[in-house]
């Protein structure tokens, strides 16, 4: 008798338990459902936010606010001045190169926890002016640990703490390194 008692006992324990998980299924299945719902909003506004920053940048990068770049939902770039829009690819080079940093830029600030970025070449099809322009706000981006660009030319060479020099002899490349 106290053997039937005891599985009674432990039935009803595991009958309890087994409808508390019940329970939190179903509440596992009503948070899932909205943040499927979410979702799009979530990345409407993401998206939203990382244009109105690519925006910024790109204003100045470029010297000037009265063009506004835009980062779309459908994830194309987009340039409007005056009144008419011209997409990525109407562009010169140096406003995709521009476009396209002050894009990344953007993103990065706006979504990245990593602490080292990368950038190759990214004054390239640049004049002077918006070089600079580009550097001063390269330099800017704060939350890194580490920075590196690569670049052919000396547009960075005043603002970083450690420099790397490749120089091509021939078929001979050689390298050194400066603290600054």
């Known amino acids: 008798m106290r053997v039937l008692r005891n599985d009674q006992t432990s039935h009803y324990a595991l009958e309890q338990e087994r409808r508390q998980l019940a329970r939190q299924e179903e509440t596992l299945e009503a948070i899932r459902a909205i943040i499927k719902q979410a979702g799009p909003f ?44 011209r997409s990525f690819r109407q562009l010169s080079g140096g406003e995709q190169m521009s476009a396209a940093l002050a894009v990344r830029l953007a993103l990065v600030r706006e979504m990245s926890s990593i602490n080292v970025a990368f950038f190759d070449e990214p004054t390239a099809n640049l004049d002077s002016v918006r070089r600079e ?35 091509r002899y021939g078929n001979t490349t050689t390298s050194g390194d400066t603290a600054e």
């Open 133 to 167: 322009a580009l550097a001063q706000q390269i330099m800017a981006v704060r939350g890194f640990n580490q920075l590196f660009v690569i670049s052919h030319d000396d547009t960075f060479e005043q603002a970083t703490q450690n420099l790397i020099r490749v120089t």
């Open 42 to 85: 979530v990345t409407q506004a993401l998206v939203r936010q990382v244009s109105e920053g690519a925006a910024t940048i790109f204003g100045e990068l470029m010297g000037d606010h009265s063009r506004v770049l835009a980062w779309g939902e459908d994830y194309g770039v987009s340039l409007t001045t005056g009144g008419a829009v």
